[in-house]
């Protein structure tokens, strides 16, 4: 069987670090995605969702550290439903996204800047390494990275819209 979730969203806002009683750091994050069509009228029809994500372990505290409200980000993990009780002592489920990998998609620069050497790709060693985002503290040991000769980065370059209906993608096949 197969439980899995990618998403490329932006956060809602900055996202929510806690500890548990022994220690372990969780992060929760609320990643929306938008879609939009056009109904049988001919009107475009816009909808975003929202989706509950929790980070755990030191990725937990990555994202905390250089993800903010804005960010773009890439999730890739499991659903999961949890039950408890609210005050009144009626049971509640809550359905969220067991995060097992988070990417920071947002350029250099974009939401302010990393410290050098600080890698974008908190999952589980795989894919492509990117910066992270965001203006808080933090670091890494590896040297700056610096573009090759003649290859001179520009923050100002447009990489085109973060979602497909932005671009004008809503009738793609897939």
Known sequence: MLNKVMLIGRLGRDPELRYTQSGSPVATLNVATDESYTDRDGNKVERTEWHRVSVFQRQAENCANYLSKGSLVYVEGSLQTRKWQDQSGQDRYTTEIKAQRVQFLDRKGERGQAPDGA??????????????????????????????QGRQSRQD???GPAFPSEAGMDEVPF
């Not at 894919?127 to 590896?142: I, T, Y």
């Open 119 to 148: 890698p974008g790709d908190w999952g589980d060693g795989g894919g492509q390494r990117q910066r992270p985002q965001g203006n808080r503290q933090g670091g890494g040991n590896r040297p700056p990275q610096h573009a090759p």
């Open 157 to 159: 370059e447009d990489l």
